[in-house]
Each structure stands twice: as C-alpha cells, then as structure tokens.
C-alpha cells in the first residue's frame, strides 16, 4: 500500500465473512511446536540515540530516516501527541496533534503503521487520522486534521488498499468454538459508520490483536492478543485459509456479565500462558511479537512469509512495544522495555539473520 486515497473518496463497504465455524474447517491447520522457543536465534541489539523522556506511548521508525514518537501527553508537561525526529541527527522534525478536548485537540491515539501511512484513532473522540510521513519537508505535520468521525471504537486497525480494516469489537467466540456469527474482520461503510449488525455479546477485553495487510497478494494476518494462534485470510477476506496455533495454545475462558437491554459483556478470565503482541509487514515478510509468561524478561518474534510459512524465530532481550521494519527488510527496528531489572524504554534496531 503506498499511500491511503482520501478519505472521502474512498467507497468502502462491508467485505462479505462467514461464520468462524464454518470458516475453521476449511481452513489448513498448522501446530508451532515448543521447540521453536528453545531453538530461537539469539539476537544482539544496537541501542539507537533517541532519548525518552518518558511520555511515549509507541515509537515507529520509518523508511531507516524518521522517528514517529505517539506521547500520552497531558497538556501541561507534553503538550503535543505527536513527535517526529530525523534519525539521521536525531533533531526534532516537528510535533503536531496537540492534547485537549477542543476542536483540533485529540486525547489519546491508537496506531498502526502500514506502506507509507500511519493511521491513528482516538479512542475518546473517536476520530481517525491518517498522516503520510516525508523526511525531506515538515509542512505536511502542519496540516494535520481529523480524517473522519466515528461512532465505534476500533480495537485494532490497518490499510488495506485504498480501505481500513479494523478488528471487530463485537465479535465473540467462546472455548468450545461457537460463534456470535459477527465477523472478526470489518470494514465502515462510506460514512464511516459501522454496519455490523447488532448482537446481545459485547465483548471488552476479548479480541485485541494485531493486524497485518498486503492489498497486492490480497493476504491479511490475524495475530491474538489473547492466545498463541494467528490466522491468515486471503483474497476476499471471506475465510481463513491457515490457522497457525502454538506454542504453548490454550483457549481463552470467559466471563459473561449480563447488563442493560440484554446485552452481555464478554470479559476475559485471565491472562493467557502466551500471546502476540504486535505485528510489522512488508512486501516479502511478516513480523509478529510473542510473549510467554515463562519468559518475564524478554520476547520473541516469529518472521512468516505471506503464506504464512514460518521463516524463523528469534529471541530479543527485551519486552516489544512496537515494531518497524528497516526499508530494506533487513532489519527491526523496536521500541522496547528492556530486559532484567532495567525497566527504562530504548529503541533498538535488531539485524535479522
């Protein structure tokens, strides 16, 4: 995806999705065994020269030349959301997104990076921004505008082609495989508006996840935030074609709380054993972030190729945040709690083997 047309003419529609029932069994299903942990490569990190200073919610960096720093800002000691530095002498391209409630003022920003543009959703003011990043001139931070106002909340977001595609907050599928026969996967229509149909489930903290798109192959990844199972879709978006569980899977379990007007609240009972974290993509690879509680102090990240082939596993010492790919696809960049007892956030670049 080089770059998202705007907005407003973009026709989106509702992408036709089948049950996730009847989708599974059709499905080739693949187990990650645990030996892939043990056997991961060892990687060494170079520590890049940005500073925190302890405000950053997320830190992308894009095309090997611009950090894209995402702050929780508040207003009085950061004042803007938005932070862009050049890599290259690390001096401050400019900021924008400036924090409050008024018009022009944004909250807190969700993100995802994608080809050449960064969208961003705030999740209190429900507007989507789309920003398309240019190392050599600072007018395009200047113009920044909301792209669109929403009545939903998206969980997790990316570009696809010249549409968005979000995770579905409605969506609800329970241990034993039974579906609310929502979509996991959906798109607003051209207003912007949702278009999923209604159900009695709501679910809070059930299908956070990461998304990764390649419009050209027609290939999307689903990878859990609430299990160790990722899910490739093709084409149409209609099915999985490859379900990849492992290592160490187990089944969410479930609370259900009954509230107002029928509608139940699906909440997850507890932590999973092992789960994705985040996820970066290019034309030839995919990069997922793992996390297993037997491993505190530091993750993993599987490499797929967009057939969902396992190309490799690696073992950074250091708990992922973010990632971002090099432009050459050589290398990932991460931002990053480090490992042990050192708590304190860094971006590093990895050079993948």
Not at 58 to 66: K, T
Not at 108 to 125: R, T
Request: a negative charge; charged letters at 25%.
């Amino acid at each position: 995806m080089k770059t998202l047309k705007p907005i407003f003419s973009i026709l989106l529609s509702l992408i036709p999705f089948c049950a996730a029932v009847s989708c599974r069994a059709q499905a080739v299903s693949d187990v990650l065994e645990n030996d892939l942990l043990e056997n991961a490569v060892r990687l060494s990190p170079r520590a890049l020269e940005y500073v925190p200073d302890g405000s950053e919610s997320s830190v992308y960096v894009w095309r090997d030349s611009l950090a894209i720093v995402l702050n929780t800002a508040d207003g009085k000691e950061c004042m803007n959301i938005l932070e862009v530095f050049r890599i290259q002498d690390w001096s401050i391209l400019g900021t924008a997104l400036p924090y409050g409630s008024g018009a022009g003022e944004f909250f807190y920003m969700q993100s995802a990076l994608g080809g050449d543009s960064l969208i961003l959703f705030d999740i209190v003011k429900k507007q989507f921004v789309v920003l398309d990043p240019d190392a050599r001139r600072k007018d395009w931070l200047e113009d920044i505008r909301p792209t669109a106002a929403v009545s939903y909340v998206a969980q997790a977001f990316i570009g696809y082609d010249d549409r968005v595609l979000m995770l579905n907050p409605r969506y609800f599928e329970d241990s034993s495989g039974h579906s609310n026969r929502q979509p996991r996967l959906a798109v607003t229509d051209t207003s912007w508006q949702w278009t999923v149909p209604e159900t009695e489930y709501f679910s809070t903290n059930v299908t956070q996840g990461s998304l990764a798109a390649d419009a050209a192959r027609g290939r999307v990844f689903f990878f859990d935030g609430n299990s160790s199972m990722a899910e490739l879709y093709d084409g149409d978006l209609s099915r999985p074609v490859r379900i990849m569980t492992g290592p160490d899977f187990s089944a969410p379990e479930y609370v259900f709380v009954p509230g107002n007007e029928g509608v139940v609240s699906v909440y997850r009972k507890a932590d999973p054993a092992a789960r994705y974290t985040c996820a970066a993509s290019d034309g030839s690879q995919v990069l997922a972030a793992y996390r297993h509680v037997d491993s505190p102090d530091y993750d993993y990240v599987f490499r797929f190729d967009w057939d969902g082939n396992l190309l490799g596993t690696y073992r950074l010492d250091c708990r992922v945040r973010t990632l971002s790919l090099s432009a050459d696809g050589k290398s990932v960049y991460v931002w990053a709690d480090a490992g042990g007892d050192c708590a304190a956030a860094r971006l590093y670049r990895y050079d993948l083997l």
